[in-house]
Each structure stands twice: as structure tokens, then as C-alpha cells.
């Protein structure tokens, strides 16, 4: 079955410090993946998307995400943290069959200040 | 871009009756609208895919006759969650995506809480 592992539940980090949210992909190809970010109680906002072109992807608000095929990764980085980043991350693929999104189990941010 | 407008945002409803949640495209046409069930705490969950003027997919564990799905046209999907319980209290959230270059599309969510 398709999927994506978030390996961190949580991650806590200092305002000002960089972030690293992990995810990983199972995949015999190269899958569509995405990233998202949820506040409390509200819908999904795309963070950024990897469509198998550039493997370093920009997102907004200063996240970027590198896919490595031969890790099958797909992290998500920010230089420095803001307290607004605060949230719940999930990384997503694509099931090229049904065009759904399939979810990772998310990890929730906390920003230190 | 493109904006899908979910209501109700906030719904509590008491156990038996049922609740009907909107998804409405728009500046676009959603071709396909995706259904998602999120509980507290865990990650959203597929539980149908429907396409405009179809009959709606349901994801293995999903009660159809429970979860009334229409897509009747591509800018508007509803889902009706029937005789509703408790256990049904969850976080609703849609999902269009256009034929054309929008790509997934969320909408902002229906907190559902039967008592």
C-alpha cells in the first residue's frame, strides 16, 4: 500500500532555530507529495508540492522541502523558526489511482520563545 | 485562487438526527471532491471520493447508507451524516481538485459533535 511515515509526533523547537519535520514515502516511483500545514479547528493550507521536477522544492512562508529518491524522504526544512509556525504538520502523497491524498500521522510544532 | 467555502464550521446536533455539511467550489469546478474524517489528535482519513454526477466511492469501513454523499454539480458536495451519534463526532473536512491546474483544494472544516 502506498504511504507516508511522519517519524516525529512532536517536535519542539526554539524561536529563531531551524526546523526539520521528517517524513518518508513508500514508493517503487516517484509519488506526487506534499506538505500541509493545519492551525487548531481549521482546514489545510499547502505548504508546498513535489510534482517530479526540481527535487528541492520552496515553499511558502520560508519552508522548503528536498525529495531524495534514494532515501525515500521528503523533509521539510525553515532556517528559523517563528512562533506563528506553530501547528500541526502533515505530509501527504498522492495515490495515483484514486487521485486521493493519503496522510502521515502528523506532527505537531511547538515553537519555544 | 481557489477557495472552497465549507459550512457549517461548527455543528453540534443531537444523537439520531441527521446533519448536512457543504462544500462549495468558488471559482472553480471540482470535478472530484474528496471526503475526510479527522479525530482528535490523528490525521485525516479518507472516507469517499465522489465525482460530479456519479455515485460516490466509499474507503473500506465506511458506512454508505450512513454517509449520504451528492455531487450533483461541479461546484457544489454535500455530505450527510444520518441518525447521527456520538461516535460520529468529528472534524469534516473536504477536499475539491480541478481537472485543470488548482490542484487539491481544502475546505476549512466541520467540527461535528452529536450529544
Known amino acids: 500500500a502506498q504511504s507516508v511515515t511522519q517519524l516525529d509526533s512532536h517536535v519542539s523547537v526554539s524561536e529563531g532555530t531551524p526546523v526539520l519535520l521528517r517524513c518518508n514515502y513508500s514508493?517503487?516511483?516517484?509519488?506526487?507529495l506534499f506538505w500541509y500545514v493545519q492551525h487548531p479547528n481549521k482546514g489545510l493550507q499547502l505548504l508546498l508540492k513535489y510534482t517530479s521536477a526540481a527535487t528541492l522544492v520552496k515553499g511558502i512562508n520560508g519552508f522548503e522541502a528536498e525529495f531524495k529518491k534514494s532515501e525515500t524522504s521528503f523533509h521539510l526544512t525553515k532556517p528559523s523558526a517563528h512562533m506563528s509556525d506553530a501547528a500541526e504538520y502533515f505530509c501527504?502523497?498522492?495515490?495515483?489511482?484514486?487521485?486521493?491524498?493519503?496522510f502521515g500521522s502528523g506532527t505537531r510544532l511547538q515553537v519555544q520563545p | 485562487g481557489a477557495v472552497v467555502s465549507q459550512h457549517p464550521s461548527r455543528v453540534i446536533c443531537k444523537s439520531g438526527t441527521s446533519v448536512k455539511i457543504e462544500c462549495r467550489s468558488l471559482d472553480f469546478q471540482a470535478t472530484t471532491m474528496f471526503w475526510y474524517r479527522q479525530f482528535p489528535k490523528q490525521s485525516l482519513m479518507l472516507m469517499a471520493t465522489s465525482n460530479e454526477g456519479s455515485k460516490a466511492t466509499y474507503e473500506q469501513g465506511v458506512e454508505k447508507d450512513k454517509f449520504l454523499i451528492n455531487h450533483a454539480s461541479l461546484t457544489l458536495s454535500t455530505l450527510t451524516v444520518t441518525s447521527a451519534h456520538p461516535e460520529d463526532s468529528s472534524f469534516y473536512i473536504c477536499s475539491a481538485l480541478s481537472d485543470y491546474s488548482y490542484g487539491y483544494t481544502f475546505g476549512s472544516g466541520t467540527r461535528l459533535t452529536v450529544v
Open positions: 514508493s517503487s516511483y516517484s509519488p506526487s
Open positions: 501527504a502523497r498522492m495515490d495515483t489511482g484514486r487521485r486521493a491524498l493519503t
